[in-house]
């Protein structure tokens, strides 16, 4: 019989209680929550090696716990399922994933090998449509020893990640290149004739097939520029006989650029002695926001260290800490946080929480009045690493090194957007020009207004934003409130004399201002035109006067092509190929 426990404080969900459920297989290997149903995955062992055992069962409840059909797998060379592995589920177009592992039937060589599983299950018509329990190659998705097992689609295909320590021996990625929508994401490779592809993302040194690989895996994620995985290792490169003496471990983000596919490892510890880390937590905050979690297994005193990543793998903000514990309970995020929770043999839960600024739930944060200023603390310590924006009830400040900065003016960035600070506060009536270390904006009522595009002016002289930035490369006509201009590279050109173009037509500018009095001729890229009023004129036909001479225009351009006679105030002229002879 299994027990469902379902037990929810605050505002991280609502109800609680314990529903018991009807055996399926002997073994219990997973769950899953998906998004109108519950799924278990149960197995047994199969000790006769008999292609008619069913391994491998996955069973479909509703959102109460009802039951609602099953289907098992058979035939798949295994002797006992989940074995020396977990199980890990995904789902997408009506099909759940399921990568898990399995000890396999005798060999040749007298023992019974472990490797990866992988079933694909029809959600609605209860079938198992596809699965692979062979001995193969990476090819086929195949790892062996596989100690751990993660798995997810990207579009059509799947993408798996696992712990190898012979064939490979690393943290290996699997790129599917099958389109899993039909039923298949295996069995119909030969026909769209592209192999897995196969990455080592963190390769370990030892021997092919030795268990000790001095690594473990907790989280894998897809985002839209790389494959990450959070990982802890020993020093690998330590080839030394006694590497006890070096199994401290540290916290590692590995992965591939999904730009170039080129693998990196960014380290976020640097731990030795005796302080080593455990297997860390990854958890999707947003497209390009995700926490890592871990703690340390030589620590007296519960606590957890956390930091933040982008979708590239960087760490963008400073390593956290929390008092608390982590647990077999993988941690999610609902409602703005990620919560988890620990149980201990009594029964005792306690729930932990960080939300998405970093702190932790139930500890002292924010800004608070010591009595003399207003401090930045962090789960419940004072943060005087901390610089940026903070909020109280007052509003919202300029914190430099963990106290309100008075004396700060200028731009500050917060989940929110960026923002203009005056004497240390968010001034919302500000409306102009300001810089950070990337460049100039156009801020409008406090905030950097990226929709903004037109004229805006600074201490330096007037320029041109385009989507809220200065855009040094703009060259043309802009207006404000004073009139029409001539932009050269971004900046008002006062020396700027001729022809310049908008969405209105042809102009002519003197000094850098559209010259409304001035009427004549005017040259650009395209030839001589006649100006009335500022204005080309495509209604003038006449003569006209430049340095070089008198000239006919036809429609308000020179007509070279023009002989006969002309008039103007001077008399009639003799005109030979649009210029006037003398």
């Known amino acids: ?55 491998y069962r996955i069973t479909k409840y509703d959102k109460n716990w009802n039951r609602i059909g ?37 060999s040749s060589d007298g ?28 090819k086929y998705g195949y790892v062996s020893h596989s100690f751990n097992q993660f798995i997810k689609t990207e579009g059509n295909h799947l993408v798996a990640v696992d712990h190898g320590d012979a064939y490979p021996r690393s943290i290996v990625l699997t790129e599917y290149q099958t389109d ?23 390769e370990f040194t030892g021997e092919i097939g030795d268990n000790a690989t001095g690594a473990s895996v907790g989280g894998f994620e897809v985002t839209d520029s790389a494959y990450l995985v959070a990982a802890n290792s020993i020093n690998q490169e330590d080839t030394s006989d006694d590497r006890s003496r070096h199994d401290y471990r540290n916290v590692c983000i590995v ?72 647990s077999d309970c993988e941690p999610v995020y609902i409602n703005d946080t990620v919560v988890w929770y620990t149980s201990d043999s009594d029964g005792n839960v306690t729930f932990y929480g960080v939300d998405s600024n970093g702190n932790a739930l139930g500890s002292l944060n924010g800004l608070i009045y010591d009595g003399d200023n207003w401090v930045y603390y962090r789960n419940d310590n ?35 957007g960026w923002w203009y600070v005056s004497n240390g506060t968010i001034d919302f009536s500000y409306t102009g020009m300001a810089a950070n270390d990337y460049g100039w904006w156009y801020v409008s009522n406090g905030a950097i207004d990226f929709n903004y595009t037109g004229m805006a002016v600074n201490d330096y002289g007037w320029w041109y934003m385009t989507n809220g930035a200065l855009d040094w490369n703009y060259t043309g006509m802009a207006v404000n ?38 009427t004549g001729m005017a040259v ?34 020179l007509d070279l092509t023009y002989n006969g006679t002309a008039d103007n105030e001077y008399g009639t002229w003799n005109v030979v190929n649009g210029h006037v002879e003398v």
């Open 70 to 106: 099953s289907a098992g797998l058979y035939d798949c060379n295994t002797f006992l399922p989940f074995r020396a592995g977990c199980v890990r589920m995904t789902e997408a177009d009506g099909y759940l994933f399921v990568r898990t592992s399995h000890q396999m039937y005798l």
């Open 382 to 416: 004072p943060d005087y690493g901390y610089t940026g924006l903070a909020a109280n009830e007052y509003g919202w400040w300029y914190v430099s090194n963990g106290t309100i900065d008075f004396d700060y003016t200028g731009l500050a960035a917060n989940e929110y």
């Open 481 to 518: 409130d004073y009139g029409w201009w001539y932009m050269t590279n971004g900046a008002l050109d006062w020396n700027y004399t001729g022809m310049a173009v908008n969405d209105y037509g042809w102009w002519y500018m003197t000094n850098g201002a559209l010259d409304w009095n001035y």
């Open 255 to 326: 992965g591939k650029s999904k730009r170039d596919g080129h693998t990196f490892v960014n380290w976020l510890t640097n731990l030795e002695g005796d302080l080593s880390a455990t297997t860390p937590y990854l958890v999707k905050i947003n497209d390009n926001k995700y926490l890592v979690m871990w703690s340390y297994q030589k620590r007296s005193v519960g606590a957890i260290d956390y930091t933040y990543i982008d979708a590239d793998g960087s760490q963008i903000s400073p390593v956290y800490t929390m008092n608390g514990m982590l």
């Open 1 to 55: 019989m299994y027990e469902v426990e379902k037990i929810c404080k605050r505002r991280i969900c609502h109800g609680s209680g314990v529903r018991q459920l009807a055996p399926e297989l002997p073994i219990y290997g997973g769950f899953y929550s998906g998004s109108d149903a519950y799924y278990i995955v149960t197995g047994q062992k199969n000790e006769e090696e008999s292609d008619t055992v069913e391994c």
């Open 180 to 202: 899993f929508t039909n039923g298949q994401f295996i069995s119909n490779m030969n026909y769209w004739k592209n192999p897995c592809k196969s990455t080592d993302l963190f």
């Open 524 to 557: 650009n890229d395209y030839g001589w035109w006649y100006m009335t009023n500022g204005a080309l004129d495509r209604n003038y036909t006449g003569l006209a006067v430049n340095e070089y001479g008198w000239w006919y225009m036809t429609n308000g351009a």
């Open 111 to 138: 023992l019974r090998h472990q490797a990866n599983v992988t079933i694909q299950f029809d959600e609605n018509k209860l079938v198992i449509t596809d699965s692979y329990t062979d001995v193969m190659n990476s």
